[in-house]
């Protein structure tokens, strides 16, 4: 099978927004949200070439108290 660029990524973006979702469902384990959220957020790979436009540098931004 062969996978479309970006497919990790768009995967990886819908389940953290399924989690999200989730964080409000009554019943929802606060624990399984604590483990699965970080795990999900550092598995999120490199955003597919066309995402943002050209010359987007995230690190160019507001800044913002603490920093």
Do not use: W
Request: aromatic share 8%; glycine share 10%; hydrophobic share 35%.
């Amino acid at each position: 099978m062969c996978e479309q660029p970006g497919n990790d990524f768009h995967r990886t973006v819908s389940l953290l927004l399924d989690l999200a979702l989730y964080t409000h469902a009554p019943g929802a384990d606060p624990e399984f949200i604590d483990a699965v959220g970080p795990a999900l957020a550092a598995s999120l790979p490199e955003p597919p070439p066309g995402l943002f436009p050209p010359g987007f540098d995230p690190n160019n931004g507001p800044k913002y108290p603490g920093d």
